[in-house]
């Protein structure tokens, strides 16, 4: 299989919070992240995709494509954002780096097409700080 992948940043904001728990239980459970005026993260989102090497053009995916459909998608929407309540493909939902990354992950299984017919997404991975990093695949 050979892949290619395409690297992205952005900053955003979030808190972790459930509305169900008191404030220490919240905090009990999510530590800073659960500071009531939120926080931000500079984040760095990859996204791998396969496909086969079109002989003409000796490319998988033309890359800029690859990169306005995800710009597009997500970028534009979540950067300089509140994710708790400026993206409405994750209202509702707590935006820990898991949740974050599997809304991006259907978001661009469903979109990617728009750019490309015969590729097929193998990997998001979404950095949350250098050290905190989740993987879909
Ligand atoms: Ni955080």
Request: overall charge negative.
């Amino acid at each position: 299989v050979i892949t290619i992948t395409k690297i992205f940043n952005f900053c955003a904001g979030h808190r972790l919070h459930l509305p169900e728990m008191s404030d220490s239980e919240n905090f009990e459970l999510f530590g800073a992240c659960s500071n009531p005026a939120g926080h931000g993260h500079n984040y760095v989102l990859e996204i791998t995709v396969s496909g086969n090497v079109d002989p003409k053009t000796g490319m998988i995916i033309d890359l800029k494509d690859l990169k306005d459909v995800v710009t597009r998608e997500i970028i534009d929407q979540v950067d300089h954002k509140n994710l708790n309540c400026d993206v409405p493909w994750l209202s509702g939902k707590i935006p820990t780096t898991e949740v974050f990354a599997d809304a991006i992950w259907q978001r661009l299984r469903e979109n990617i097409f728009s750019v490309a017919r015969r590729i097929t997404l193998m990997k998001v991975v979404l950095r949350e700080t250098p050290f905190n990093v989740v993987e879909i695949t």
